[in-house]
């Protein structure tokens, strides 16, 4: 048994950077990742950095072919996708090699591979393989160990090749005709990207709407986005079965009561993720969960064992890389700077990189009926944004809500080329109390996607 004065399971955006302030602080330090190869978490290696590199390559693909809205002829463009998919390996192996020498250079820190479990209350141990276990125990236990692609109960889903958000990024061709199941934020982002590589793109959704968590206008207004590109949707459709015969995958869907089959050469299923709580034997910790598997933590992160902690995914709630990282910052400050920071009513903005993104922050209209507060909402078309007039890009609706009593702004919806960083703008609005009229007057740099502000702020009576 090996005594730390902290053990962190998992390298992703919470466990590094604790890790390596821990370590600093003169904590003895053990952080655990179940492999080398997944060292840096899902974000690094198979989900924000392979993901967004991959977008990005698709969104130059997209700009070639629709260069003639700015009279430039190119009619001889080629994808050489080996070339795509080795520039993604290029900047996830540079990724992980800048975490590997950080890690590795940090005094009182020890990094373990192999997959760790609960072994006691405060213990913790590792299978390495080859029948070797290594045992620590520690006061401070840190788990963030994330979360995995689920999969759904799909009858036929067993006997067909099928691709999670892992494996998709992973092809080495371009599919001939993609059906996408699920229409969140990870769907509409692969689905669109693989359509700008060349696919043919089908998105089947169970739901009345894409992206279900959405207000319906931002939701269809998306949607006629990518329909315009060539995407198809089948919404309000259930799933009866997949089958595959000589490598081309058929799926029966009932909509609207009749059933219908869809062809194609490639399936890929992301209808949500699963907290990875369940391989670390929690219950010999007495550590405990909620009812859909996700650990449960207080208003500082603990959960219901005095020292240890859930950061990120695994906790539940929103899974954003951003968070897992808010997660260490409130954990460490708390815990080394002795305050007393709550995750309680944090606001958390998040951004789906479809093109153009759609940028969150705040309470959606949807939310703020729920919550039964008095607001005023404002929202103007994307004809209406001027700089994506200008670039000759595709802008769709600005939306926000407003307290009518106090005028501070509630939250916002952006879908534009640069909605993630217009959300933020109005997040640091919020963040600093500065009531919605002030941003009809404000002086943003001319011509910026910024300037729309003085625009969607100016519609509030």
Known sequence: M????????????????????????????VLIEKSEEMLGGVCVNVG??????????AKVMHTIKTSDKHGISLSDAKLNFTNTQERKEMIVKASKKGLKKNLGEAENLEVVFGAASFSGE?????DQGDQKTVEFTAPYIFINAGCRPATPEINGLETVKWYNSTGILELKEIPQK???????????????????????VIIVEKQGQIMSNEDADVAEDLQKILEDEGLTFHLNTSIDKVEEQKGEITVTITKNNEEEKIKGTHLL????????????????AGITTDQKGYITVNEALETNIDGVYALGDIKGGSQFTHVAYNDYVVVSENILDKKNISIEDRVIP???????????????EKQAKEKELNFSVVKIPGKRITRGIESATVQGLWKAIVDKKTGQILGAAI?????????????????????????ENFMFSHPTYSESLNTLFGELE
């Open 122 to 126: 405060k213990t913790i141990s590792v």
């Open 48 to 57: 924000c950095t392979p993901s967004k590199t991959l977008i990005a390559s």
């Open 178 to 200: 993609l059906i996408v199941v699920g229409s969140g934020y990870i769907g509409l982002e692969l689905g669109q990207m693989y359509s700008r590589f060349g696919s043919e």
């Open 350 to 364: 998040y951004t789906m990189f479809t093109d153009p993104q759609v940028g969150r922050i705040g309470f959606s």
């Open 269 to 284: 299923v992301v209808t949500g993720r699963k907290s990875n709580a369940d391989s670390l034997d929690l219950d010999k």
């Open 2 to 29: 090996i005594k730390k004065d902290a053990i962190i399971i998992g390298s992703g955006q919470a466990g590094n950077p604790l890790a390596i302030k821990l370590a600093a602080a003169g904590w003895k330090t």
């Open 415 to 439: 879908i534009g080329s640069e909605g993630g960083e217009i959300a933020t703008v109005i997040q640091m609005a919020m963040k600093g109390n500065i009531p919605a009229k002030d941003l």
